[in-house]
DNA sequence: ATATGTGCAAATCTTTTGCAAATTC
DNA sequence: GAATTTGCAAAAGATTTGCACATAT
């Protein structure tokens, strides 16, 4: 990949990524390098995001794990999430609230990327580039700011929809 | 600006824009341009937005709305910012949700930027590049997506905050 | 005159919290 | 055994909705 493109796409049900200079570290092991204590909850909640070919919400990660673990609360999603999140081990997304007001997660990957989201169809794109890590580079270096978290999302009309009449 | 800078900063409190090349088209004929029936409480809440220093969630945006009309509901301002997201005139931003789960808005401008938040401190930064226009247009080249909506930002930590001893 | 928008009150949806019991190291 | 995490149940926070009345064009 030269510059920049779509690495995978997502139609609201799965994602298939293409572009194999993205990985995902293994949530587990950084885990396991942060000494943070690991129930059997975190274990099941954490494997589940680290699988998931989709982005999760909270809900829909509660119910997944409630096929392995029925007692499984609400509560412990949400804290699991956060301990993530403050971690720094998953991304945080709205993908532009095309659907409600909930928030999706993902492991976070070897290399930041973008997600597009269309306002016809639903599908989610990702889409890495060099391009958008220069621009990172050169926004921490001209601001002085340490990102630690960076969150690029885009709402338009997908290829295909541009096309179809309405 | 040759590159890329910070063009505005927000301590929690107020936003002083410093670069003259980044304008706010205005609403009010924006709306009209577009047939949009304008009523009382239309008029005030996009007055309000328009000429806000400050990125307004939707608590906020009616509490400043009641000192001059003590009787707009809370529904309306929710339909009024629905009005303005759908219509492309306002931005939405989560700020990081440095603070509570509520969206920001702000009139849409000229020029496309991002926003920094110091998860120290909570200063809100505005940064505005060249490097970001092309990189929405190298996306939209690439992927054939049409982008209507764009939203970069960024946590971490401010020049000043990274400097502090914990 | 008619379509559209508003206020009110209740509902919905997402996320958070206090606390006693259970679990991890 | 001490510190941390969980489930439960209730609360909180943000946003949406149905409906009768008011307003804009």
Do not use: W
């Not at 306002?119 to 580079?137: H, N, P, Q, T, V």
């Amino acid at each position: 990949m030269l510059n920049g493109g779509i690495v995978a796409t997502e139609s609201h049900l799965g994602r298939s990524a293409n572009d194999a200079s993205i990985t995902r570290p293994s949530l587990m092991k950084e885990l396991a390098a942060r000494g943070v204590r690991m129930t059997a909850q975190r274990r099941l909640l954490v494997g589940i995001i680290q699988d998931s070919p989709r982005h999760l919400d909270a809900a829909t990660l509660l119910e997944m794990a409630k096929e392995e673990d029925p007692g499984i609360d609400r509560a412990t999603v949400y804290r699991t999430i956060a301990l993530l999140k403050h971690r720094g081990l998953i991304d945080e997304l709205d993908l532009m609230h095309i659907e409600g007001e909930k928030h999706y997660y993902e492991a976070k990957t070897s290399r930041d990327h973008c997600h597009m989201a269309c306002f016809r169809c639903g599908a989610i794109m990702e889409y890495a580039s060099s391009s958008f890590e220069r621009l990172k580079k050169e926004m921490a270096q001209q601001s002085g700011f340490e990102i630690r978290v960076i969150r690029l999302e885009v709402g338009g009309l997908c290829k295909k929809c541009r096309r179809k009449p309405v």
